[in-house]
């Protein structure tokens, strides 16, 4: 297959190839279900089957140059999460909200950049942004086992805003490593060259906020539903490209896009057609994903991927703990909300991709293998542990009435 793609022309081959990437990761999927498993599980093993590491079906060249698939995956996935920064999440919860995010996610941070560092002896660009990445969850296992079992009340209130917050304290956290690492390897860095990349990110913070001002005066009542997805889509791929331009992440930006507006309009019609229209570009980024993915880089990895697992189980768990100690929290959420925060996707994948580029090419590719490989395993047991978190909360009702 890699030599018949080899002998036709670029676009041939491209069309040929997106085809393949999304028939594998449907097939997969099918298989998965019976599993009772997340569908990006099998969109990861789908990517692992057809890509130069084993059958090598789409050439690695044709994987290299998807790269803007993570960069407009990540937007939509930005522009999602940012729907849940509405007013009336602050005014429901207050301030405690805030001190079991940054507890949970930083102490699981924390604990998995200490341990890299201090224990297997990798260097410090590593293992922070292994760290940043740790303190990343994936909403959408979550959100789809609440859907599932049509989970109410005070903590589905409280684990929706945590994961739907811990996500953009990862993406803080994440650029914040970025800017410590490229001013720690520059050799002769100017002020300017440091400030630089903290500038565009700001600067991008403006532009996702002018964005979604800017839709909600474009969505006029009589404004269809195909012209208020293309609108949509306009602004995202345009933020996404800007960002790209100055080589920064569009994930704050497409967040910032996303909390103005529904902030300005409450539609949230529009974040449900969205949401229609992203499965075949989450779909051929997951299986992008499961492409990059080198399973002989998992003969280097042994103890350091299963310790970074653990680890971050035990961050977060311990962090929503402690944090619901220190706000006061019931006893069902401080006990059990950490068990809803294990999964560990999207955000996480994307940022493995943009990690890579900074690092070596062989440490980079085991950043992403244990970002990867990790991901499958917590989608396996994410989905399990949050309705185990849901029914002992109260939230449901006892297993065997489920």
Same mark, same amino acid.
């Given at each position: 297959?890699?030599?018949?793609?080899?002998? +036709?022309? $670029?676009?041939?081959?491209?069309?040929?190839?997106? $085809?393949?990437? +999304?028939?594998?990761?449907?097939?997969?999927?099918? #298989?998965?279900?019976?599993?009772?498993?997340?569908?990006?599980?099998?969109?990861?093993?789908?990517?692992?089957?057809?890509?130069?590491?084993? #059958?090598?079906?789409?050439? #690695?060249?044709? !994987?290299?140059?998807?790269?803007?698939?993570?960069?407009?995956?990540?937007a939509f996935i930005a522009f999602g999460v940012g729907r849940y920064f509405?007013?009336?999440?602050?005014?429901?919860?207050?301030?405690?909200?805030?001190?079991?995010?940054?507890?949970?996610?930083?102490?699981?941070?924390?604990?998995?950049?200490?341990?890299?560092? *201090?224990?297997?002896? &990798?260097?410090?660009?590593? %293992?922070?942004?292994?760290?940043?990445?740790? /303190?990343?969850?994936? =909403?959408?296992?979550?959100?789809?086992?609440?859907?599932?079992? @049509?989970?109410?009340?005070?903590?589905?209130?409280?684990?929706?805003?945590?994961?739907?917050?811990?996500?953009?304290?990862?993406?803080?956290?994440?650029?914040?490593?970025?800017?410590?690492?490229?001013?720690?390897?520059?050799?002769?860095?100017?002020?300017?060259?440091?400030?630089?990349? &903290?500038? *565009?990110?700001?600067?991008?913070?403006?532009?996702?906020?002018?964005?979604?001002? #800017?839709?909600?005066?474009?969505?006029? =009542?009589?404004?269809?539903?195909?012209? @208020?997805?293309?609108?949509?889509?306009?602004?995202?791929?345009?933020?996404?490209? +800007?960002?790209?331009? !100055?080589?920064?992440?569009?994930?704050?930006?497409?967040?910032?896009?996303?909390?103005?507006?529904?902030?300005? /309009?409450?539609?949230?019609?529009?974040?449900?057609?969205?949401?229609?229209?992203? =499965? =075949?570009?989450? $779909?051929?980024?997951?299986?992008?994903?499961?492409?990059?993915?080198?399973?002989?880089?998992?003969?280097? &990895?042994?103890?350091?991927?299963? %310790? *970074?697992?653990?680890?971050?189980?035990?961050?977060?768990?311990?962090?929503?703990?402690?944090?619901? !100690?220190?706000?006061?929290?019931?006893?069902?959420? @401080?006990?059990?909300?950490?068990?809803?925060?294990?999964?560990?996707?999207?955000?996480?994948?994307?940022?493995?991709?943009?990690?890579?580029?900074?690092?070596?090419?062989?440490?980079?590719?085991?950043?992403?293998?244990?970002?990867?490989?990790? $991901?499958?395993? *917590?989608?396996?047991?994410?989905?399990?542990?949050?309705?185990?978190?849901?029914?002992?909360?109260?939230?449901?009702?006892?297993?065997?009435?489920?």
């Open positions: 297959m890699n030599n018949f793609l080899g002998q +036709l022309n $670029s676009t041939t081959a491209i069309l040929l190839s997106l $085809s393949a990437i +999304l028939l594998a990761g449907f097939l997969l999927t099918r #298989l998965t279900q019976l599993a009772r498993l997340p569908n990006v599980t099998g969109y990861i093993i789908a990517g692992v089957l057809i890509g130069p590491h084993v #059958l090598n079906i789409i050439p #690695l060249e044709m !994987v290299e140059g998807m790269g803007f698939v993570s960069d407009i995956a990540l509405k007013r009336e999440a602050f005014q429901e919860t207050g301030l405690g909200i805030f001190v079991i995010v940054l507890l949970e996610s930083l102490l699981a941070g924390i604990l998995v950049t200490l341990s890299m560092h *201090y224990i297997f002896h &990798l260097d410090w660009d590593f %293992s922070l942004l292994l760290g940043a990445i740790a /303190t990343a969850t994936a =909403p959408a296992s979550t959100m789809v086992t609440i859907r599932q079992y @049509r989970a109410r009340g005070e903590f589905v209130n409280i684990l929706l805003q945590v994961v739907a917050f811990d996500d953009a304290v990862c993406l803080i956290v994440f650029s914040l490593s970025t800017a410590v690492i490229n001013a720690r390897g520059g050799v002769n860095l100017t002020s300017s060259e440091i400030i630089l990349p &903290l500038v *565009y990110n700001i600067g991008a913070l403006g532009i996702g906020f002018i964005s979604g001002a #800017l839709l909600s005066k474009l969505m006029t =009542p009589r404004r269809s539903e195909d012209n @208020r997805l293309i609108l949509t889509i306009a602004l995202l791929l345009g933020i996404a490209g +800007l960002c790209a331009a !100055v080589d920064i992440s569009p994930l704050l930006a497409c967040m910032i896009f996303g909390t103005a507006y529904i902030n300005m /309009t409450k539609d949230k019609a529009l974040y449900k057609q969205v949401e229609k229209f992203t =499965p =075949p570009i989450l $779909s051929i980024f997951f299986v992008v994903s499961g492409m990059s993915l080198d399973l002989g880089a998992f003969r280097t &990895l042994g103890i350091i991927g299963a %310790s *970074y697992f653990i680890i971050r189980i035990i961050g977060k768990y311990l962090g929503a703990y402690l944090g619901g !100690v220190a706000v006061g929290a019931p006893k069902n959420i @401080r006990n059990y909300l950490g068990l809803g925060l294990i999964p560990q996707a999207g955000v996480a994948i994307g940022l493995a991709f943009l990690g890579k580029r900074i690092l070596p090419i062989h440490v980079g590719n085991m950043l992403l293998a244990i970002i990867l490989s990790s $991901s499958v395993l *917590y989608e396996l047991i994410g989905p399990a542990c949050a309705k185990i978190a849901l029914v002992y909360s109260g939230a449901l009702k006892k297993p065997g009435a489920v």
